[in-house]
């Protein structure tokens, strides 16, 4: 593909034509991602295929029926995962010592490095993605469902196919309201709205605003779409996971 241009103006793809991926592509992607940067070269992941229309059924509740997880024809869940590098140290005579907070946060950047690196090779074949962060809201009931065993948390799904449509330009803020030279320089209120006004001049924004009732994007933003009830609520949800999970015993 000529990707001179692509990656200014790339689509989140929530629809998918009727056409499944090729296993030995999506092999193929995998097996390339696997070579992203990773913490100390453990590869502290692993990912679930997830192909089947039951299988995938039963994973649509989880990202609160997003259509997208159904209609796709790959689900992929990117696990942080020590359970695997724990086994191994085991086996080894080593003693692991991973059950702890420092060791889903390496765990959990590997797996997003991991899935960040298959969804631009994904796109460079052709396919579309779409990324799901509902994965660490219902993180307990897509473990029981995957059989996920201690140490191994889900912390991104992605949806991938070949796009049905253009797919969504979700936009992005300026390079200036995201890069800091030498020292992070806070922003004023005049700096604020010179950064985001393009974002809020938009059709799509102003339909948000309007459709929920609101004054102001943010607050579509704040009282709708990511509330402090529901914030406060899933932390408390994920944080027992994480302990279940062995993360949080230390």
Known sequence: MDNSNYWLSRRTIRRYADRSVDAALLDDLLLKASHAPTTGNMQLYSVVITTAPDQRRLLAPCHFNQPQVESAPVVLTFCADFNRFSRWCENRDAQPCYDNFQSFIAAAIDAIAFAQQFNTLAEMEGLGCCWLGTTTYNAPQIAEILNLPRLVVPVITLTVGYPADGGVDVGRLPLEAISHHGRYADYSSETINRLYAEKEARQDSA????????????????????????NEHFSVVFLDFLRKSGFLDA
């Open 207 to 230: 339909k948000f605003v309007e459709e929920n009732n609101k004054q102001t994007l943010a607050q579509v933003f704040t009282d709708i779409r990511y509330p402090r009830a529901n």
